[in-house]
């Protein structure tokens, strides 16, 4: 079959042929279209394909795409451009873009055939305790670990990026903040995805005076769209870091304002804690699918250890054959998603507090066992499922973007201050929001948080540790070569999420802007439902209750911003629609 590459070239060569060469090429060009038209039908559209080995970025939010980009055409490689765009999302997406949250990166090194992740995760404060949360009648105060300044974990996003750069990037921090910078001080027009999101958070962020002064107009109104947001705190903030490095935020001034914020209202994070907050480099999560390496995060992650571990139970089914999303696909992602789920509930927590059993979760042989336990014709109640013994022992309001160079380096990054706006709290005087992450952790162990996830003892709140995550940025390779860069936000589906855009490429053979725009399912084991998107067929649904789901149709989940590089090199962005700023560009 013809490439686009090819009828560009015959293009090109028109364009300067002689009268005889002419007809040749146009002949040529007649005869290519039929061709050209029948591979698109065939394939679909591939959204923003590149050239091989050039470079890609997909990112929420077109200016950190297009300040990214640029990075990319100078030279730079993966780690900058990713740096870049970090930072501008945290000027130009406040409600999930940040410095004041964490996350975590994964990097794939193709030349020398290395994966690596960094941990950047938010971390306790020294004074948390077990029990903080806990009203005088032993329940979870739900305003207390989630609208509170006690709510915010240490942030960990300045020093992540900034090691990330140190040790893998070819720029300097100051340069990468400078598109981010600029954006602050300058201002950017407002889109609509702003203003709506400002609008939803209105009543929260207007008990705040610090968030009332930066995201409403002086005399109380909204922004709406086109009008220009500017931030000069932030801006202070950022310049302060890109002179300073990242002792210009856990330390001085910056350092300074968010202790006198903590001390506004019972927070407990002192100089003390963000001068020692360190981010970690950690082994990934490593395993196979149908002769795919897929790499994903590591714990205090959730969400690399699950998604091999359903992978692994999902290999022993024919689900090429059964269909995309058909009802006996879904049906069998459902059983081995409530599987895992159950064991998140017992096993997972940071790594470097409790022992997680990371060898057995992501064995073939354990995913073996819990296939075995799986009726093909009918769901498993989940309350019959508890989690299983996987021996031997070892946001919804989130931000994924995926970037790859002409070097063949690919990173894929997750972060967040967990819910949309975090704790609505604004550092007065710094310009950025507070996260509200400590809700991540089992506040009561074996009680819901926000998204419904059931937690225990390992993930119990310790002084210093960091809370489980299901962000999952993750990394496939094939025969040694990148192939999928891939994640996305949305709390307990990032895993599922994730998954689904795998699945959808690998088993379903989807390019990859179809893969990322195919409706979803979820199942966490708890609540006992299947939830899905717009877009699955009402038989199907029909045929999931007869086999004894429950089946709730639920507003959109996550937001995957993707790469694919197809086997030519040729690189393909998929940028996720269900976020009216997603933006996909190569060159």
Do not use: C
Request: net charge neutral; no cysteine; charged share 20%.
């Amino acid at each position: 079959m013809l490439k686009v590459r090819a009828i560009r070239s015959l293009i090109k060569q028109s364009t300067a042929a002689s009268p005889g060469r002419l007809l040749t090429l146009l002949t040529a060009l007649f005869v290519a279209a039929p061709l050209l038209a029948r591979e698109a039908i065939l394939e679909g559209d591939r959204a923003v394909p590149t050239e091989a080995r050039n470079g890609m970025v997909v990112t929420s939010h077109y200016l950190a795409t297009d300040e990214a980009l640029k990075v990319l055409e100078q030279g730079g490689n993966a780690v900058d451009a990713a740096v870049t765009a970090a930072f501008a999302l945290a000027v130009t997406q406040p409600r999930s873009g940040n410095i004041g949250g964490g996350g975590f990166m994964l990097i794939s090194f193709e030349q020398r055939d290395e994966v690596v992740a960094i941990d950047y995760r938010e971390k306790a404060p020294a004074a948390a305790s077990r029990d903080m949360f806990l009203g005088t009648d032993g329940n979870v105060d739900e305003a207390l670990s989630r609208y509170s300044r006690k709510s915010a974990g240490v942030p960990g996003t300045v020093a992540g990026l900034a090691l990330a750069l140190e040790r893998y990037g070819t720029i300097s921090l100051a340069k990468a903040l400078e598109p981010a910078i600029r954006l602050a001080q300058e201002g950017f027009r407002v889109p609509p995805r702003f203003s709506d999101g400002i609008e939803n958070a209105a009543d929260r962020m207007r008990q705040h005076e610090s968030s009332r002064k930066v995201f409403f107009k002086p005399d109380g109104s909204s922004y709406e769209p086109g009008d220009l947001f500017v931030q000069k705190d932030l801006a202070a903030t950022l310049r302060r870091i890109a002179e300073q490095g990242s002792r210009g935020f856990y330390e001085g001034r910056t350092a300074d304002l968010i202790v006198e914020e903590m001390q506004r209202g019972g927070g407990l994070i002192t100089l003390e804690d963000l001068k020692s907050y360190r981010p970690v480099v950690r082994r990934p999560v490593h395993g196979s699918y149908r002769g795919y390496d897929i790499y994903s995060m590591s714990p205090p992650s959730s969400g690399g250890a699950h998604i091999v571990q359903i992978l692994n139970i999902l290999e022993g089914f024919p689900v090429a054959s059964t269909g995309h999303n058909s009802a006996a696909t879904i049906h069998l992602m459902a059983e081995a998603m409530k599987r895992a789920y159950a064991d998140r509930s017992k096993y997972l927590g940071d790594s470097d507090f409790v022992q997680v059993p990371i060898k057995g979760l992501t064995s073939k042989a354990y995913a073996e066992k819990l296939r075995g336990s799986i009726n093909q014709e009918r769901a498993s109640a989940s309350a019959t499922l508890l989690p299983d013994n996987p021996v031997p022992y070892e946001s919804n309001e989130t931000t994924h973007f995926s970037v790859m160079d002409r070097f063949g380096n690919a990173v894929s990054n997750t972060y967040t201050i967990n819910f949309s706006y975090g704790s609505h709290i604004l550092v007065d005087g710094a310009g950025f929001l507070l996260n509200n992450e400590m809700d991540d952790f089992s506040a009561k162990p074996g009680v819901a948080n926000a998204y419904g996830l059931i937690g225990g003892d390992a993930n119990s709140i310790e002084p210093n540790k960091r809370m489980l995550s299901s962000m999952s940025p993750t990394i496939v390779k094939r025969a040694g070569k990148n192939f999928l860069i891939t994640g996305s936000p949305g709390g307990s589906r990032i895993i599922t999420t994730t998954l689904q855009v795998l699945m959808n490429v690998i088993d379903h053979r989807l390019n990859i802007q179809a893969a990322v725009n195919a409706p979803r399912v979820h199942h966490q084991w708890l609540p006992d439902e299947i939830r899905i998107e717009e877009g699955i067929s009402p038989d199907t649904v029909r045929l999931l209750e007869q086999m004894g789901h429950t089946v709730t149709r639920r507003p959109a989940m996550g937001a995957s911003q993707s790469i694919m590089v197809d086997a030519d090199g040729t690189l393909y962005g998929g940028a996720d629609p269900r976020l009216s700023t997603s933006s996909a560009r190569g060159f």
